[in-house]
């Protein structure tokens, strides 16, 4: 589908016409949150991906364990921080009183009732801050369409940060003891490979290869930081980690934690 197409749609669609949204598209979503927005398409990307949460977790069949604990408003307010900081030729945000509009790739986004930060406030008041008339798209009722829309624009580089992790993969990298006592270090802050090289005794190839491993697992990512190797925990990788080890759906805290007695006992 091309913006104009996206764009009829959206002008002709009703509620009747609604598309029922996956709880896999949100998981989905959910790890787009942590995508670097360097340029228009990845910006896209995000604001799309915020949109289908924002309108995810208003739906009554909505996973109450998933709703409870997401907190897409945060990701919005620091991706908007972000290009306030760093803004992008082709993107424009409006801070009004009530409602916040980011205006990207030919589609205008909003979200309501965001945390009013230092760097919100300053920009508010600025004559960066110009004033967007809504443009009537309501892109929360197409969030499914707009979402793939986007999806569509996804770079090569990009869909392989979203790829899923293989959590067996993983756990057996986790099971040497010296790759574990790495991402433990990293599980607090990034490291330059200097860094870890004084923090830890191991000798120099036994932590290249184990950060390798790491990498390799895709559960820490390697960056370069003015020509230096830098190493931090992918959130993509933990996030899809931690939705292992959630309570089934469907179960309350309580059956969850009756579970938990009989199976000690």
Known sequence: MVLD????YIQNLSEVDVTELEEEDAKLAHRMAYLPVADIPSALVFFAAMNFLNAYVKKPYADPHFRKRYMFKNDVTRGLESLIQHPLSGLSIYMAKDVNYVSVGGLQ??????????????????????????TGLRLQSAAKQVFDYAMGLVSVEMKEMLRSVDPIEIFKVLSDPICFSLYQALCKKDYLESELMKQFTYDRPSISHRMNELVGCRLV???????????GVNPMAQDQIED???PRKGKTDDEVAKFHVEVSR
């Open 5 to 8: 197409e996206l764009i009829d």
């Open 109 to 134: 986004f909003s979200f309501h009732n965001l945390e009013k930060t230092q760097i919100l406030r300053d920009y508010s008041k600025s004559e960066m801050n110009i004033v967007q008339e809504w």
């Open 221 to 231: 990512i390697k960056s370069n930081i003015d020509s230096l190797l830098n190493y």
């Open 244 to 246: 292992l080890f959630e």
